[in-house]
Every structure is written in structure tokens, then in C-alpha cells.
T-cell receptor, first 116, second 111 residues
Framework: GAGVSQTPSNKVTEKGKYVELRCDPI?????LYWYRQSLGQGPEFLIY????????DSGLPNDRFFAVRPEGSVSTLKIQRTERGDSAVYLC??????????????FGPGTRLTVL | DAKTTQPPSMDCAEGRAANLPCNHS???????VYWYRQIHSQGPQYIIH???NNETNEMASLIITEDRKSSTLILPHATLRDTAVYYC????????????FGKGTLLTVNP
């Protein structure tokens, strides 16, 4: 079956611009996660959705970052006034359930964001 | 979640077993040990997890010491496609939905 997909695969933008990154989770997965991975580092947690609501957004670095999941499926990560430090690979993952450590997270290939 | 320590890199010959160590000396009784790997330019991929018993699946085996302070991921017959960064993650407690990645071990399988 189809895995987690993310679009675009690459995004180049200029400092100060607004960007949206999209994640299509595996069909039927209720939990969705966003992570950010800087060069040479492991992924860092940003936000977790259970259904339509953000159950934990403690990893979002500041108020320029915002994510939505209006219908409990597709999610969009939005970054306002981008800065060069936002350059990273943004990973999305989904799992069948949440709050259960038996549920593995399936990751998408990521969106590589470059802010010039 | 407990912190994990892994060597930054390891090499292995193709066809041989790859043994990747992980220290997690502060692990709590209800925390699990998870392993993920990340092949270049891909998202992380789940491999295996365990609590205290040794586990095996089609990808790997996980050996956890009796005191649970360390574990070893074993790839029995490494192939070139197993070249990746391997992450050992301790998971559990209140925020058990969250994966906390370290820098992992870059395993290079050589022909």
C-alpha cells in the first residue's frame, strides 16, 4: 500500500517568505507527527496530532511555525517569515494509533527546505 | 526519556554480522528500547523494539542485557543496502508517542 508522502520533495525560498509543506499520511492512521532534521543530526520532534487536534506542539521552535490537520488526514506545516536557520529536512510520520508505544511510526521521505 | 549513547560510526564486511551497541544506563522499568535506521535521503525506518527479552524479526535481532542498561542490534548477514544511520531510542513514560533521536551510528557495509 501507499506510504507516507510529502510534497514538495525540495523547496527553495528566500529569507522572509512564507512556505507550506504538505504531508499525506497512510490511510486510516489517526496519529501524525512532524519532525525536523538538521544536517548531521537526528530528527527532532516538532508536533503531534491525534485526529484533527494538535495534542503536543511543544517542539515547535517559535510562533513562526504552525501546523494544521483540518480533516484528520492531510497535514500542512506552515512557516512564516522564513529564516536561514529554518533550512532543514522536514519529516512527517504517521501511526495507526497514538499514545501506544506498540505503534510504530512510518516516516515519509521528507521535504528539504533551503532558505537563501 | 532516558538518554542513549552510541558509537558515531562502525564498519562491517558484506555477509558478516553487524553488531551495533547502545548504552542506556538510566532506562526506567517501563521504557522500551527501539531501533530505527535511516538510509541516505530517506525517512527513518522502524527495525525492532523490546522491553527486556531478546527479540527477533525478519530484519534483525535485539539483545538486551539483564540489567537493561545496554543493548545490541544484530544484523545477521549485512548487505550493502544496510548502510545507514542506526538510531537507538528509549521510549516510554508520559510522552511515549514522541521519538527522541540522538546522532545514531553510521554503519558502513563494505564489499
Amino acid at each position: 500500500g501507499a506510504g507516507v508522502s510529502q510534497t514538495p520533495s525540495n523547496k527553495v525560498t528566500e529569507k522572509g517568505k512564507y512556505v507550506e509543506l504538505r504531508c499525506d499520511p497512510i490511510s486510516g492512521h489517526t496519529a501524525l507527527y512532524w519532525y525536523r532534521q538538521s544536517l548531521g543530526q537526528g530528527p527532532e520532534f516538532l508536533i503531534y496530532f491525534q485526529g484533527t487536534g494538535a495534542a503536543d506542539d511543544s517542539g515547535l521552535p517559535n510562533d513562526r511555525f504552525f501546523a494544521v490537520r483540518p480533516e484528520g488526514s492531510v497535514s500542512t506545516l506552515k512557516i512564516q517569515r522564513t529564516e536561514r536557520g529554518d533550512s532543514a529536512v522536514y519529516l512527517c510520520a504517521s501511526s495507526l494509533l497514538a499514545g501506544d508505544i506498540y505503534n510504530e511510526q512510518f516516516f515519509g521521505p521528507g521535504t528539504r527546505l533551503t532558505v537563501l | 526519556d532516558a538518554k542513549t549513547t552510541q558509537p558515531p560510526s562502525m564498519d562491517c564486511a558484506e555477509g558478516r554480522a553487524a553488531n551495533l551497541p547502545c548504552n542506556h544506563s538510566t532506562i526506567s522499568g517501563n521504557e522500551y528500547v527501539y531501533w530505527y535506521r535511516q538510509i541516505h535521503s530517506q525517512g527513518p525506518q522502524y527495525i525492532i523494539h523490546g522491553l527486556k527479552n531478546n527479540e527477533t524479526n525478519e530484519m534483525a535481532s535485539l539483545i538486551i542485557t539483564e540489567d537493561r542498561k545496554s543493548s545490541t542490534l544484530i544484523l545477521p548477514h549485512a548487505t550493502l543496502r544496510d548502510t545507514a544511520v542506526y538510531y537507538c531510542i528509549v521510549r516510554g513514560g508520559g510522552s511515549n508517542y514522541k521519538l527522541t533521536f540522538g546522532k545514531g551510528t553510521l554503519l558502513t557495509v563494505n564489499p
